[in-house]
C-alpha cells in the first residue's frame, strides 16, 4: 500500500509544484512561476504537499486574510494520475484543521464553471455556490465563488 505524508512546502519543491499547475490547467489558466511564487509568498499563504512513497503528487495554497476570520483556498492540484484516490480531501481535511486553529470562521475559493470534476468535489466537502463572477478567468471563463462555515 502507497505511504502517504502532508508537510509544508519548501523552496527545492517549487518546479514539481509549478510542473503539478501547469499540467493541471490549461493555458491562459495555469500558473506561469512568477504568478505561483507570488501567490506562495502572499502574506497569510501557506502550501501544503501531499507526497506518495516520497514524491510529491498533490499541492494546497491557502490564505488567512488580514482579519484572522476568514480565508481562501488560491489552489488545489492533484497530478491526473492520482486522482480519486482521497488525496485532495485529505489536503482539504489538513488545511481546514490549520484554519480552525488560527480561528477562521468561513473561507472561499474560486472555480471555474466549467469544471464539473471540481465542483462536484467542492460541493461534496459542504462548499455552497455564493455567486457567478463573469469573465473571472484570463481566457474570459467565468468562475463560481464558493464558500464553507468552518
Ligand atoms: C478537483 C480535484 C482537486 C479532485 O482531486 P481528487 O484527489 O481526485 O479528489 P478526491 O479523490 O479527494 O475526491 C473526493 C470526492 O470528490 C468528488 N469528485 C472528485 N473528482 C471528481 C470527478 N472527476 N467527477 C465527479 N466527482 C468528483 C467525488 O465525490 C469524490 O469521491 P469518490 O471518489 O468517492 O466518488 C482534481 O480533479 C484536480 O486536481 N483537478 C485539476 C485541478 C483543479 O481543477 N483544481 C481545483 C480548482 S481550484
Known amino acids: ?53 516520497s514524491e510529491i503528487v498533490a499541492f494546497l495554497i491557502f490564505e488567512v486574510h488580514r482579519t484572522g476570520r476568514s480565508g481562501t483556498i488560491v489552489t488545489l492540484d492533484v ?19 490549520i484554519l480552525s486553529r488560527y480561528g477562521v470562521e468561513t473561507y472561499d475559493l474560486q472555480v471555474d464553471t466549467s469544471n464539473r470534476a471540481a465542483i462536484n468535489f467542492y460541493k461534496q466537502r459542504g462548499f455552497r455556490t455564493v455567486r457567478t463572477l463573469r469573465h473571472y478567468y484570463a481566457n474570459g471563463n467565468d468562475a463560481f465563488l464558493m464558500m464553507k462555515e468552518l
Open 79 to 97: 497530478r491526473q494520475t492520482h486522482r480519486r484516490k482521497g488525496y485532495a480531501t485529505q489536503l482539504l481535511n489538513h488545511a481546514e484543521d
Open 1 to 53: 500500500m502507497a505511504k502517504t505524508l502532508i508537510r509544508h512546502a519548501v523552496t527545492a519543491d517549487f518546479d514539481t509544484l509549478l510542473e503539478i499547475d501547469q499540467a493541471s490547467f490549461a493555458g491562459g489558466v495555469a500558473y506561469d512561476a512568477a504568478e505561483l511564487s507570488y501567490f506562495m509568498n502572499r502574506n497569510g499563504a501557506e502550501t501544503i504537499v501531499l507526497e506518495e512513497d
